[in-house]
């Protein structure tokens, strides 16, 4: 009668083991799934164009209305992490006459007081395409992460911050 004894314990000895080696492995999971949003949410903005004419500048005031942005369209989904993400997109219309070979554009989500509640500079040419012809346009898409439902999202902004051109 001592051997079914003997199974019996081995069983549940193995049983409580594996229960601690799997509550184990979960929060080790939920720890790297943790880590991982935290490291996303703090990511920075692209870098810039480089060489490029911006804001402040005579020339660049005298291009920027020839580079026509529609206004921008969003679309929202919230994630199974809890987190709501935006994706902002809009219409460039190349006006100028020469052919664009550098773009960065700007995109926020702002609040009732015009604060952006999350905000993403990004280049677009070269990156999405190589360069944009005149009066040739292309669509720009902007992802923006980490908004929450307590964020007051009451308008979002597109806006040319820098351009450069072909010689």
């Known amino acids: 009668m001592a051997a079914p004894d003997r199974r019996i314990e081995a069983s549940e000895s193995n049983r409580t083991l594996i229960i601690i080696v799997a509550v184990a492995a979960a929060v080790v999971i939920a720890l790297l799934f943790y880590l991982l949003m935290r490291a996303g949410g703090g990511r920075t903005a692209d870098a810039g164009l480089q060489g490029a004419i911006r804001a402040g500048s005579a020339e660049f005031e005298q291009y920027k209305s020839q580079i026509v942005l529609d206004d921008p369209e969003a679309t929202e989904a919230k994630r199974a992490l809890g987190d709501i993400v935006m994706t902002l997109q809009t219409t460039v219309r190349n006006l100028s006459g020469k052919t664009l070979n550098g773009l960065e554009i700007r ?34 898409p902007v992802m923006l992460e980490g908004m929450s439902d307590k964020d007051a999202r009451a308008n979002i902004k597109m806006e040319v911050t820098a351009i450069k051109f072909k010689e």
Do not use: W
């Not at 009732?112 to 009066?135: C, H």
């Open 107 to 140: 995109a926020a989500v702002v609040d009732y007081e015009g604060q952006p509640v999350k905000q993403r500079t990004v280049v677009v040419i070269p990156g999405r395409q190589p360069e944009l012809p005149p009066n040739k346009t292309m669509q720009v």
